[in-house]
């Protein structure tokens, strides 16, 4: 099977001969560089790639590249099969944001449109696309290339194929992405992709890691999710187990923890998972909800937190690891270990503090941080985000800061702003939430 070259913007280091007893400590490193700018790793043989995507401290999500496509598999999938693998190879790449997403687009979406290249002009696709203002990416994909287009409204902003040394103006990148496809299908068609739906997912399996556990990410991974134990005067009655983003509990059916008792309210609480670990939130119950016996709205979860609603505690849990990975395996599995002794792993790693909130403005690849309780985004001069151009709209708005969340408004003027291409006038921030304010875009991070 042909290899894909996955577009990059710098080689961490070339590949290497997968090493078992070093891997953990391999994907230690890439998570702590991750705090600086999102990352790839890939696993691969001459049958099969796994690539495992990670940025802001996290797994962030896994998918495999084979003759058939692309595919999605979980985070624990990846680090079980990936030493399953027959003489596998690793090899990491620093991606921006951008390409990371457009990566994930790839991976994670039906394509609105899927055509030979041979089949269609690509002028004048783009063309069309860009007559019809359309926000998206378009891929040109063989077995062994991969070529993204990044385009806004009418406009290319960004162009990525193998080694992406800088960033190109729209018309570079529009050109660099006619002129490379036009060649490299010369032997061999494209499968031309289009794709307008941009809303990218984590893996459901993704989760925080807690400090206890950094140095064995493996193990944390192939352990049990987070367990909830609900109690009635100190006896327990249920177990759940956390699996997914979130968990809801309440009076109600539709509820992951359903308690049927009248203290509880219908939507009384819920846990999410966030860059900072799992958070309780109340969602304005009559009767409150308590974490350690203090009244909270928001608050973050700990190993053996108790959680009170009504009458009920709810202890939480997160199971300590008590085996390593490789004895968690199926040990009939013989995973060789072929390296090379003249390559070793000697890589100078530069870790950074996992910063606040921000917003990525595409235009400028200029990141703002979300520093303050208030961020005013305006076309003013004193404004912490300023808009500059003769063509900016009139516009003002703000977003809170409030615990945990991030809540945008509209204060001022006539213009739309969309969220993920829906109109808004409030709303709280999800991560790579995509905010378009007139011409201008933004990526909402955490």
């Not at 490193?29 to 043989?45: A, G, T």
């Not at 390593?324 to 890589?347: A, C, F, G, R, W």
């Not at 208030?374 to 151009?389: E, L």
Request: hydrophobic content about 35%; overall charge neutral.
């Amino acid at each position: 099977m042909p290899r894909l070259q996955i577009p990059y913007n710098n080689v961490i280091f070339t590949p290497i001969d997968f090493e078992e007893d070093k891997f953990d400590s391999l994907l230690r490193k890439l998570v702590d560089r991750s705090q600086d700018h999102p990352l790839i790793l890939e696993v691969f043989n001459n049958q099969i790639q796994y690539l495992l995507f990670i940025r802001d401290g996290q797994l962030y999500w896994a998918g495999t590249h084979t003759v058939e496509g692309f595919g999605k598999i979980s985070i624990k999938d990846f680090l079980i099969k990936t030493r399953r693998t027959p003489f596998p190879r690793v090899v990491a790449y620093d991606t921006n944001l951008v390409l990371f997403h457009s990566l994930l687009v790839c991976m994670q979406k039906e394509a609105e449109l899927r055509v030979s290249s041979a089949l269609i002009d690509l002028e004048e696709l783009l063309e069309e696309t860009a007559a019809e203002k359309k926000t998206g990416l378009i891929a040109a994909y063989q077995p062994n290339n991969l070529i993204l287009l990044r385009f806004k409204d009418s406009n290319p902003i960004a162009c990525y194929k193998d080694y992406c040394e800088k960033e190109l103006s729209e018309d570079n990148a529009r050109e660099e992405f006619l002129v490379t496809t036009y060649t490299r299908s010369t032997h061999r068609p494209f499968e031309i992709r289009l794709y307008t739906d941009l809303v990218v997912e984590r893996a459901e399996d993704s989760r925080p890691i807690p400090e206890e556990n950094l140095d064995d990410i493996s193990s944390f991974y192939l352990s049990q999710p987070p367990k909830l134990v609900v109690k009635l005067k100190n006896r327990p009655l249920k177990t759940y187990q956390f699996i997914g983003k979130t968990l809801t509990i309440g009076r109600m059916p539709e509820n992951d923890i359903e308690i049927d008792n009248l203290s509880v309210s219908r939507k009384h609480a819920l846990i999410s998972t966030s860059n900072i670990g799992y958070i309780l939130k109340d969602l304005g119950s009559k009767n409150k909800t308590y974490l350690n016996g203090k009244e909270i709205e928001t608050s973050q979860l700990k190993n053996g937190d108790t959680i009170t609603i009504g009458k009920y505690q709810i202890v939480f849990k997160i199971p300590t690891p008590v085996t390593s990975p490789s004895e968690q395996m199926d040990q009939t599995v013989v995973i060789p270990n072929y390296h090379s002794k003249s390559e070793k792993l000697n890589i100078d790693f530069s870790t950074i503090s996992k910063p606040p909130a921000r917003l990525l403005q595409l235009s400028s690849q200029k990141e703002h941080i979300l520093s303050n309780k208030k961020t005013i985004i305006s076309k003013k001069k004193n404004a912490d985000i300023h808009f500059s151009g003769i063509f900016v709209p009139r516009i003002e708005l703000e977003i809170i800061k409030n615990n945990n969340d991030y809540t945008i408004k509209k204060i001022r003027g006539k213009k739309i702003v969309t969220i993920n291409g829906e109109r808004i006038e409030k709303k709280i921030l999800e991560e790579e939430d995509l905010i378009s304010i007139g011409s201008e875009e933004f990526v909402f991070k955490l």
